[in-house]
């Protein structure tokens, strides 16, 4: 680990917090919207979606020019149109304003999925690269309690109408000191390699791994030559195991309602009678809660593995789910409510959080593994929009019924990885590749 290294670990990470705040930052200005704007619950499901649809793009988009300029020089743009974003937002002049700077904002967000971790993979020693992908995990939940904190501290303010326009705000701040790292690192040398700038690639590689061996050296840069002359065609009927694994693993990540719950977390407790300050403070633990149950699901997805993690935070997040239902539906011990919510966010950091992003990218062999997690991400990202446009609706129909379709889809979960997924940990990628073979057994 020298100081570039360092460096791109914490361009990673800054992305992986941008993330984090942007997705969260929504929860705490819904209130604002809807009066200002005067929002039906179809209007604000389509504000909240909004940057969902830009983020399915970002996802889909993201790997065409990160193939032919690099992953650097794409984490450029996407730190300005963080910086546009918020500050397109803050300053709004109309509802259509707002989510075409929101779109811009997903957009962002979609495609950092993608280029920040495939960065940090390409500078990091093999040794680390389990830890920094990990550090872009924790980021991101590191963000999204940012943006509670932000969101709380902001409404003791006194702002007034204009308070959402506060909370939106933050973000341009994170997005400038991103774009002026970016200019403090390297491109990739196994990119550079891919290009065919063998001479860049491997002054660039002396420079983030001096005194590297001469057989690590040549392995890294004959490998990338090797891996563009491959047939990277991503076909149904050579991966279809792994495509769908990587389907199914992202449809129930949203399927189980994190992302719906993380949005509207102030309306959920709105909903169940408290204050608009104690709904602040309430999401604050939650956010923390996310933080907190991330650290020990890093320490031991390596240790007791990936799919033993799905089925014990399944367990978890049904029984919250089925409780929190209960409550909203009865109206209820109401002062249980934030300990579910607590419980069902621990029990999804500890295990589809933290395994989503590992799991999709193992599954794919290296000669289709940027598209395979392309499919991963933009899955994620479709069904987090078609969930956060219809909850609003579910809820104003029935406050409990959101919770009940949830926690269903959560027992399916548990069966469907029972059944279905192979478990990946501690095997070498050429390994989990003959496991995913598309051959019927």
Known sequence: MNAIVVRGVLVGALAGLLFGFDTAVIAGVTGGLRTVYQLSPRGLGITVSSALWGTLAGALLAGAPGDRFGARQCLKAIAILYF????????AWNWPSLLVFRVMAGLAIGASTVLAPVYMTEISPPRLRGAMVGMFQFNITFGILVAYLCNYLIGTMQLG??????????AVFPGLILFALLFTIPQSPRWLALKGRRAEAKETLHRIAPGIPQAEEDAILLDSSKFAAQDRRLS????????????GIA?????AGINAILYYINDIF????????????????IGATNLLFTIPALYLIDRVG???????????????????AMIMFTGQNQNLLLWMLIGFIASFAFSQGAVIWVYISEIFPTEVRARGQSIGSSTHWFMDAIIASLFPVAAAF???LPFVFFAAMVVLQFFVVLFFFPETKRAALEEISAIMSAKKR
Do not use: H, M
């Not at 149904?236 to 389907?247: C, D, G, S, V």
């Not at 449809?251 to 399927?255: K, T």
């Open 84 to 91: 546009v974003s918020a500050a397109g937002c803050a300053l």
């Open 161 to 170: 109408a204009d308070e959402w326009r506060w909370k939106f705000s933050v």
């Open 236 to 247: 149904w009927a050579k991966y279809r195991k792994p495509i769908l694994l990587a389907f």
């Open 251 to 255: 449809a129930f990540n949203q399927l």
């Open 270 to 285: 709105a909903a169940a009678g408290f204050s608009k300050v104690s709904s602040d403070q309430q999401a604050i633990l």
């Open 306 to 324: 990936r799919k033993t993690l799905l089925l014990i935070g399944s367990v978890g997040l049904f029984v919250t789910l089925s409780a929190t």
């Open 398 to 400: 029935s406050k409990g």
